[in-house]
């Protein structure tokens, strides 16, 4: 097996790596590899924020921006990928940026540690809210802060430096020039070579047809449990096929009769799509999890990772949702609660993946 070379642009140039190691996650890359220790490593496990840093995926002519937990994403995962970093905000000629100004003015960091962290998930919200002319409530500046723990400032001005930052002069990015970068990234396709260890295939053929030719290939969506078995239990996987990139899996769709969202949908958006039916469901959208661990993790991978403290499926189930299972061998569909035979045991065979789960909407 031999590793892809893993490509993404960061600070505005395009970074090359070869030899990185599938399991290898996005916050060892940074610290370790490349000597970039602006990003913090807290609890290494999701909940703490520390190693928040932004993600910028190319969608039509923009791009479209994450804050996701580099302590548990793959670094594979990011290719073809912008990245920001708290080393990455400031200015060439080191004015602050004004999320960092905003931190500053409200004296919203003490010993500092969780701070990278915080300032990665306001420029999230920067990019996504602020730069587009969108007020920042503070229902809004909580929910962004929602995956950020800080044990000794409080709460109050770091909230504070949120709202302020519709009121700073904006400070847009070149987002033409990441775009160009980008391009020349992915006009290099990861291609279907057998003696990969990190695969990502872009449709959904190429990903069945991995998925049967490397059964004992560790599957991962957003990674947001299977980082944990990477971190916390220490597993190491020799080969990695990473479905996070596969075109007809992100789609989610509607007609009269079933809202259909495909397995490598985010939580954040399948559940945007789910609330935009069903607003009663506004506050089980925002407990589970944090922001950044729902901007990775998907639907598809809470349901198929079958846990049994796991929240979506009551909810799915209660919703008489149906889920579609493939293979090379061609697909099925059943009803979610058949999915599952026992504690952490479903119907899925080894050379099948879960491709979409659909719901009926609320016709009350
Ligand atoms: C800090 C933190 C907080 C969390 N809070 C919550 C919470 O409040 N509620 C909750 O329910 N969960 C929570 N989780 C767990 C996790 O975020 C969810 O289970 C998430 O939906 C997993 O999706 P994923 O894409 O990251 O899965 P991954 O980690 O990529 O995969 C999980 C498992 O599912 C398999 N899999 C993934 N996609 C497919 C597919 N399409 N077909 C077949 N197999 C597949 C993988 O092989 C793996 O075995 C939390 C996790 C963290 C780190
Ligand atoms: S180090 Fe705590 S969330 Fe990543
Ligand atoms: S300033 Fe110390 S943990 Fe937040």
Redesign the pocket.
């Known amino acids: 097996m031999h590793h892809p070379v893993l490509e993404f642009v960061q600070g505005g140039q395009i970074v090359s790596l070869p030899n990185v190691p599938p399991t290898h996650t996005l916050l060892q890359l940074l610290r370790e590899d490349l000597g970039q220790t602006a990003t913090k490593e807290g609890c290494n496990?999701?909940?703490c924020g520390a190693c928040t840093v932004v993600l910028g995926e190319r969608q039509g002519d923009h791009l479209q921006y994450s804050a996701v937990n580099a302590c548990?994403r793959l670094a594979h995962s990011v290719r073809g990928m912008a990245l920001w970093t708290a080393q990455d905000l400031a200015a060439v000629d080191g004015t602050p940026h004004p999320v960092q100004q905003a931190l500053l003015h409200h004296h919203a960091s003490q010993c500092g540690f969780c701070t990278p962290g915080f300032a990665m998930s306001l420029f999230g919200l920067y990019q996504t809210q602020v730069l587009q002319g969108q007020p920042v409530s503070r229902e809004l500046a909580q929910q962004t802060l929602s995956g950020n723990l800080c044990r000794c400032t409080g709460y109050r001005p770091i909230l504070d430096a949120a709202q302020q930052l519709a009121s700073l002069p904006l400070v847009p990015l070149d987002e033409t020039e990441i775009l160009s970068k980008l391009q020349l990234i992915t006009q290099t396709g990861q291609g279907m070579e057998a003696d990969l260890s990190y695969k990502s295939p872009k449709t959904l053929n190429e990903l069945l047809t991995l998925r049967a030719a490397n059964p004992k290939a560790?599957?991962?969506?957003?990674?947001?449990?299977?980082?944990?078995w990477v971190n916390k239990l220490h597993m190491d996987f020799p080969v990695v096929l990473d479905?996070s990139k596969v075109a007809e899996l992100r789609t989610i769709s509607q007609d009269a009769n079933t809202l259909t969202i495909g397995?490598a949908v985010t939580?954040t958006d399948a559940f945007a799509a789910l609330l935009a039916e069903r607003p009663q469901l506004h506050s089980f959208v925002n407990r589970?999890?944090?922001l950044p661990?729902r901007n990775?993790?998907?639907?598809?991978?809470?349901v198929?990772?079958g846990?049994p403290?796991?929240?979506?499926m009551p909810l799915l189930i209660a919703l008489h949702a149906r889920v579609v299972l493939a293979s090379v061998r061609g697909s099925r569909e059943l009803a979610l609660d058949a999915l599952y035979t026992g504690y952490r045991q479903n119907v899925?065979a080894s050379d099948e993946?879960?491709t979409h789960q659909g719901a009926a909407p609320d016709r009350q």
């Open positions: 496990e999701g909940d548990i560790q599957l991962v969506a957003g990674c947001t449990d299977v980082g944990l479905l397995a939580l589970f999890a944090g661990v990775s993790g998907t639907l598809g991978g809470n198929a990772n846990s403290i796991g929240d979506s899925m993946v879960l």
